[in-house]
């Protein structure tokens, strides 16, 4: 009788733990929203508590103030331009990785997986500078050619992983009938990479849109600055406003948000392909 009685109180730890971080992780868009959606003299009165009325003008200014709009389609174009990319070679490069013979295509994969630990601030300067040189400052091209080779270690480590774990009977099929490595590549095994291609999109997504370093440095005060940048104008200008701040926060999160809810099933189940291979 004793044993139900602990996995019981076990399963109610868990369960009160997980609402914990539930909590934890809904709290700051709780408060995100509220604030966004308040007046000025409300926020000064008490921040948690609902708006009594909702008020849209702070959004309407953050919209007009720090031109979200140009700077939303800044940013998808950059995003959705790295992440294209980054799967094109990507997969195309763990393909060629994981169908080499394994003492060489290993040696190479652990040759992309350093660029993991690598910290990124090592090279900041002279990734400046190659930009500055070859002309590529305040365009899309820098943050894109920055993006995808920055990225595309991990892009390559969940790749190799989950192509590992395929069997080669359908590509080898492929060859039987005639068809070249790129075809075989293209017709049969990158239509089941769809799992971990989910994975790679929403990690590498979330990573680009929410960058803020890379284009202040390389696109800061022109046209192209990306969201990240443009709720940044706010905090000189508008530092007693949080109102604004909040509601500028609240555009630039709400379009990585859609992506991540229409992609979530494909996260865990790709990245578990990625660690198991």
């Not at 601030?121 to 500055?132: D, E, F, S, T, V």
């Amino acid at each position: 009788m004793t044993r139900p009685a602990a996995r019981g109180g076990r399963g109610l730890l868990l369960e009160v733990v997980m609402a914990g971080c539930a909590v934890a992780f809904v709290f700051p868009l709780y408060v995100l929203l509220m604030v966004a959606l308040k007046r000025p003299q409300d926020v000064a009165t008490n921040v948690l508590a609902p708006p009594s009325s909702v008020y849209w003008g702070n959004l309407a200014e953050a919209w007009s103030s720090a031109e979200m709009g140009k700077a939303l389609v800044n940013s998808t174009v950059v995003t959705s331009l790295s992440v294209m990319m980054l799967v094109l070679t990507g997969s195309l490069a763990s393909f060629a990785l994981a169908r080499w013979k394994r003492g060489l295509g290993y040696g190479v994969f652990l040759l992309f997986v350093l660029g993991l630990v690598i910290p990124l601030q090592l090279g900041m300067i002279p990734l400046y500078q190659l930009m500055r040189d070859a002309g590529l400052l305040k365009t899309y091209t820098s943050l894109i050619v920055f993006y995808t080779g920055h990225e595309l270690p991990l892009t390559v480590f969940l790749y190799s992983g989950f192509l590992r774990a395929l069997p080669r009977a359908y590509e080898e099929a492929a060859y039987v009938d005639g068809a070249t490595a790129f075809q075989a590549f293209r017709r049969v095994v990158f239509p089941m990479l769809r799992p971990v291609t989910g994975t790679v999109i929403i990690l590498n997504a979330l990573f680009i849109w929410n960058d803020f370093l890379t284009p202040m440095l390389y696109v800061s005060g022109t046209a192209q600055q990306t969201v990240p940048v443009a709720v940044f104008s706010f905090v000189g200008e508008y530092s007693s406003d949080w109102g604004i701040i909040f509601a500028g926060l609240a555009i630039a999160v709400a379009p990585i948000l859609v992506l991540y809810f229409v992609f979530q099933r494909h996260i865990i189940k790709g990245f578990a392909g990625g660690l198991k291979g």
